[in-house]
């Protein structure tokens, strides 16, 4: 099983990144996915989730308006479009499956907001 980052990096404020999580190993299409962050000493934070179909999305108040997540389940990938980023959006950004009982994790990707 492998969730596998990327598209992080160093941005400027107010610019957009797009992060990317590839997933194998297991039926992505059955799984809810979700991305979650974590700041320097700060504790890990939920951002927003995605149904197994895509057809519900879910985000956190600190992101709505700015952030979209979106999944491809014919390319087991799950998508962050970030807009619009903050200072504070600055954070290990992981991705998240689970179904029932079942939960993986992904190493998670540096985004940098810096001028």
């Known amino acids: 099983v492998q969730l596998v980052e990327s598209g992080g990096g160093l941005v400027q404020p107010g610019g957009s990144l797009r992060l990317s999580c590839a997933a194998s190993g297991f039926t992505f299409s059955n799984y809810v996915m979700r991305w979650y962050r974590q700041a320097p000493g700060k504790e890990r934070e939920l951002v927003a989730h995605?149904?197994?179909?895509?057809?519900?999305?879910n985000y956190a108040d600190f992101v709505k308006g700015r952030f979209t997540i979106s999944r491809d389940n014919a390319k087991n990938t799950v998508y962050l479009q970030m807009n619009s980023l903050g200072l504070e959006d600055t954070a290990v950004y992981y991705c998240?499956?689970?179904?029932?009982?079942?939960?993986?994790w992904g190493q998670g990707i540096q985004v940098t907001v810096s001028s």
């Open positions: 995605i149904s197994s179909g895509g057809g519900s999305t």
């Open positions: 998240n499956a689970r179904w029932v009982t079942r939960e993986y």
